[in-house]
């Protein structure tokens, strides 16, 4: 289903609702030299989300299967039991591996494999139909150095059963004379091809452009900070064909602003470093969102290290996200209709004002100068009261997920 990849980043990436630049993420400290070794790492994931339940059951009748093609959709039934009801679950698989070349290059490139399934409500939090689909991505990113900088390009592709996107990008960075401040300017371009199994009929496309303007710079021995702005503009299909009461604008223009500060403690025997960031995002389609995150990685015995995680993020809603009525909430079973002549409406969740606290940690081992292992773990919860912009859609459920990634890199 082409929503999959926005639902697992509820806890890879906190804001779910929202659309990111397609350009790669850059690195914190642009490294300006070519690898001198390469390196081949492996991740597992695991991701599992659930949400409190009104008297709901997962209907086993309705179901939407994107293996199988069948395309049915429909309110579960009610069962007066209430809880808590498990919903998505993810396990992904990806292999990455970065080579240097002829000295001034290097070759990067991962491929990955997301097998998602489980029960996704086709209004607010209700509706529950079951699904499962398989997606398989693929990146390569090559890079060119230079004395002062360096210039990379990239490409994607990913296809899962009712969703293809391709992806360009190209991002250079420049040293200044001094070598303590990198600028970065970046592009990309997105070509996405949805086909609903529920639709047929239905051959839509979206285009998303985006550019990216960022400075690093050293600022102590112990401190270097980050400034980058993005913008994207996208036009094509918004919608979710697996919602009820979902048609969203086919234009959505976005901006970005990130902040980023590491600190690194020499000085008090911890040797440890805080990375602390902020980040702003507003689009057309009304929705703004903060994000503000702190970690703080911490070396310790024998080559161990642990990283604890704190990220908090809210939103406001979207312009045309409707609330849940009070027939639904008397009886979740029926859904809210939208507004008489109204253009654009939407009874996704994702699109409600609310607000979330992601808290982790990770524990990384280098066994010896080739290998290492880590292991992380994140816990994620989401409310409608904890919106900084209001007290958000009262009538939607609290929402839980929990990941645990597992690593093990070799460097040769």
Request: glycine share 8%.
């Amino acid at each position: 289903m082409g929503s999959i990849s926005t639902t697992t980043s509820r806890v890879l990436g906190a804001a779910f609702a929202t659309a990111a630049l397609a350009l790669p993420s850059l690195q914190f400290a642009n490294a300006e030299a070519p690898p001198e070794r390469g390196v081949v790492s492996f991740k597992y994931l695991h991701y599992q989300d659930s949400q409190e339940i009104a008297g709901q059951t997962v209907s086993n009748t309705n179901v939407i299967n994107t293996v199988s093609g069948a395309s049915s959709v429909a309110a579960s039934g009610t069962s007066g039991s209430g809880g808590s009801q498990d919903r998505i679950g993810v396990d992904a698989y990806s292999v990455s591996a970065l080579f240097p070349v002829a000295g001034k290059w290097s070759i990067g490139t991962t491929y990955t494999s997301d097998s998602v399934s489980g029960a996704s409500p086709t209004y607010h939090s209700s509706g529950l139909t079951t699904m499962k689909d398989l997606r398989r991505a693929v990146d390569v990113q090559l890079t060119r150095y230079f004395s002062r900088g360096s210039v990379s390009f990239g490409t994607s592709y990913s296809k899962e059963t009712d969703y293809i996107s391709s992806g360009f990008s190209v991002q250079g960075s420049l040293l200044t004379e001094n070598k303590n401040t990198t600028l970065t300017l970046g592009g990309s371009f997105n070509n996405d091809s949805i086909n609903p199994v529920n639709q047929p009929a239905v051959d839509e496309s979206k285009k998303v452009t985006s550019g990216l303007i960022g400075v690093t710079r050293v600022l102590t021995p112990q401190d270097i900070v980050q400034l980058n702005f993005g913008y994207s503009k996208g036009s094509g299909y918004y919608s979710d064909p697996y919602k009820l009461n979902d048609n969203r604008p086919r234009e959505r223009n976005a901006v970005t602003a990130l902040a980023r500060w590491n600190h690194h403690f020499d000085d008090n025997g911890t040797d440890g470093t805080v990375h602390l960031s902020y980040r702003y995002y507003s689009d057309t389609f009304g929705i703004r969102a903060n994000t503000l995150e702190a970690e703080y990685v911490q070396p310790l015995y024998k080559g161990w290290s642990v990283t604890p995680l704190l990220r908090l993020y809210t939103q406001s809603e979207a312009d045309y996200y409707v609330s849940v009525g009070s027939a639904e909430k008397a009886n979740p079973t029926k859904p809210t209709p939208p507004p008489v002549n109204a253009v654009y409406y939407s009874e996704d969740q994702r699109l409600s004002a609310y607000g979330s606290v992601t808290v982790g940690l990770k524990v990384s081992k280098q066994i010896n100068k080739d290998w290492l292992a880590d292991v992380k773990y994140e816990q994620y919860e989401q409310r409608a009261k904890w919106s900084w912009y209001g007290n958000g859609d009262k009538g939607l459920t609290p929402f839980k997920a929990s990941s645990i990634q597992v690593g093990l890199s070799r460097q040769f």
